[in-house]
């Protein structure tokens, strides 16, 4: 085990080289709907439970499944409504499962990003060949979908190795979502020398950890985000930043919980320098303008 | 590429761990199919109204002495023993709690649906009585809140389990109830078939869906009856610390959604799912009584048990794609 993740090199939010988003935005905005499945009956992995009750977890599993029959089609609503594109973080087996969520949202250009195969499939205890097998499964299952292979990763359940960054670039991947370290991109280390960037994908304003690990009410989320989103609009205009919400059916789609996540998306798609797009949109533009003069700085070692 | 070493700390999986035999369309298992919500027929409430209100109060004991077989269940006694603190408040709610609740759906015009577990009526006959007067709709709770319904619970003993509940309600009450409640919404593998075997119409214990929905079970189909947990009163106030005030604010919120969802849509149910030995405490009342004015002020609303909500919904499948989608 390493004491560094050894991803990224620590590099001081002020004076970066100005980050500038198409048509003079201040601020890119993502929205990445967790499009999940969980088995009910998943073969047990020795670093971690899947479900806190023995078989059949009811709970635990039937919530998730309200996702899916209820909460997807009440969320991919409210998107169209204000003009945003989801980025899927998708299990990929639900394109088997259920591929009438799959069709809505291909019908809708959404991005689709990998979020491995199923998410009661931990990484913890793969060897490395298990672990790229089972990315290359997802990637090539999106690609039989979309036509395309993924650019991003989010893994499972949030399960990592320490190589599943440097597998994901090495099967072709540009960017990931498994880093919670800036508010913007930043360039990250893979072994194999690659272009590959951090996306920032906020943990703090994921409606999952909000509402189960946080324990916050519906509508103090939405001030939350309508915070979150003041703040970094305004350092946009020094140099653009990112704001990400991911979302799950089964959390934010909820009766009680949903108005307070519309009137939040109504007050940023109401801002006029707002770049609304996907997460692989803003890799691509940051490879394509920014990640160059970003590797410059961090290298220079430049004082903060 | 490279040879980087990995410096695992976990033990490893073999290749079954990438296997996935549940793979394939639809669910992971049989017991019900799958199916979008908006792609049902859409439902008709009685006098054409938009949204069935079903108040749900939980009446439960809380032993003292746990066995917590086979697991133990949330807002069980966690203290060594003898558990005072909990066992008083947990049973709080029995003297006193369920009686200020009651008057507050009375005030509001609510008729309530009473999930109880069968050994309350047992130790307490007057409130027992009091129940049988009203004739409130009774849903079987299992024996008390120190018999989960989980896996590794004996077949046969959790049938005697669900036997025993069950005659003990229908004497108590004069009627067999149709509906049933496990503890803590756990089941064992064999909970649905043994519940449908025992004459149960519809079960609450399933949080998939916000409508009634066909579940398959050995003998027949069972309907799943949509009894929230993320708004419950428990959930939101005990569980994750939330005020009574946003509790009230979230029904409401719920209430309003499905409304206009309904109004698009057909209609929907909003659960509202009670503790007595939560919503009972005098610093909680106003807002339960606050959040029934509200819901019940609205246009459209239908107050209606658990069975009657069910017995709407079933109305209405008429043909049997339909009743087993």
């Known amino acids: ?304 | 590429m490279s040879t980087q070493s990995v410096t695992s700390p976990h033990p490893p999986v073999d290749d079954g761990y990438l296997d996935y035999p549940a793979h394939r369309y639809g669910m992971d298992h049989d017991r019900y199919a799958w199916s979008m919500l908006t792609d049902r027929k859409p439902v008709v409430w009685p006098d054409g109204k938009k949204l069935a209100v079903w108040v749900n109060l939980s009446l439960e004991h809380f032993p003292l002495n746990p066995a917590g077989k086979p697991v133990k269940l949330p807002g069980g006694m966690s203290m060594p023993y003898p558990d005072l603190r909990h066992y008083t408040l947990r049973d709080y709610g029995n003297r006193v709690g369920v009686y200020r609740l009651l008057e507050a759906f009375d005030k509001a015009g609510v008729r309530p649906t009473l999930a109880i577990n069968a050994l309350l009526v047992e130790r307490y006959p007057q409130l027992a009585g009091l129940i049988r007067e009203r004739s409130n709709d009774v849903i079987a709770h299992s024996w008390s809140m120190d018999t989960a319904h989980a896996g590794g619970l004996d077949e046969v003993a959790e049938a005697e389990l669900i036997k025993c509940s069950i005659d003990t309600l229908t004497t108590a009450f004069g009627r067999t109830p149709s509906g049933w409640l496990s503890p803590g919404k756990l089941e064992s593998p064999n909970t649905p078939d043994l519940i449908k075997a025992a004459g149960i119409e519809y079960f609450c214990d399933w949080v998939n869906d916000d409508m009634p929905y066909a579940f398959h079970t050995k003998h027949g189909d069972l309907t799943a009856m949509p009894l929230s947990t993320e708004i419950e009163d428990r959930s939101v106030v005990v569980e994750n610390f939330q005020s009574e005030q946003s509790w009230a604010e979230q029904v409401m919120d719920a209430c309003d959604l499905l409304l206009a969802e309904a109004n698009e849509q057909g209609g929907r149910i909003l659960s509202i799912p009670l503790h007595a030995w939560v919503m009972g405490q005098p610093h909680r009342i106003k807002h339960v009584e606050a959040a029934l004015a509200y819901v019940m002020s609205k246009p459209g609303v239908w107050n209606a048990s658990a069975g009657e909500i069910c017995a709407a919904w079933r109305g209405q499948q008429t043909d049997d794609a339909n009743i087993n989608a």
């Open chain 1, 1 to 304: 085990m390493k004491d560094d993740p050894g991803y990224y090199d620590y590099w001081p939010y002020s004076n970066r080289p100005k980050i500038t988003w198409p048509n003079g935005a201040k601020l890119a905005f993502w929205v990445a709907p967790n499009i999940e499945f969980y088995e009910l009956n998943p073969p047990k992995n020795p670093s971690r439970a899947a479900w806190p009750h023995p078989y059949p977890a009811v709970p635990g599993y039937s919530i998730r499944d309200y996702g899916n029959r209820v909460g997807h089609m009440r969320q991919t609503k409210l998107l169209d409504k204000y003009g945003i594109r989801g980025s899927i973080s998708l299990s990929t087996a639900l394109c088997t499962h259920h591929p009438e969520i799959i069709d809505m949202c291909r019908e809708r250009d959404w991005e689709f990003f990998t979020h491995g195969i199923y998410n009661t499939r931990y990484t913890y205890g793969m060897t490395e060949a298990q672990e790229r097998a089972m990315i290359l499964e997802s990637m090539e299952t999106i690609e039989r979908a979309v036509g395309k292979l993924p650019a991003g990763y989010l893994a499972p359940a949030l399960s990592h190795s320490e190589v599943t960054i440097d597998l994901f670039a090495e099967l072709g991947g540009t960017y990931t979502c498994d880093l919670f370290h800036d508010d913007q991109p930043t360039p990250v280390h893979v072994r194999s020398g690659r272009r590959f960037v951090s996306v920032p994908y906020s943990l703090e304003l994921n409606d999952t950890i909000v509402y189960v690990v946080n324990k916050i009410e519906p509508r103090r989320y939405g001030r939350m985000i309508k915070d979150s989103f003041d703040r970094l609009y305004a350092e946009g205009s020094t140099s653009g930043t990112v704001m990400c919400i991911p979302t799950h059916n089964y959390q934010v789609s909820c009766p009680h919980r949903l108005s307070a996540f519309e009137e939040a998306l109504e007050y940023i798609t109401g801002h006029p320098d707002v770049w609304v797009t996907t997460g692989r949109e803003i890799a691509d533009y940051y490879l394509a303008h920014h990640y160059d003069a970003a590797l410059a700085d961090i290298k220079s070692g430049r004082k903060a």
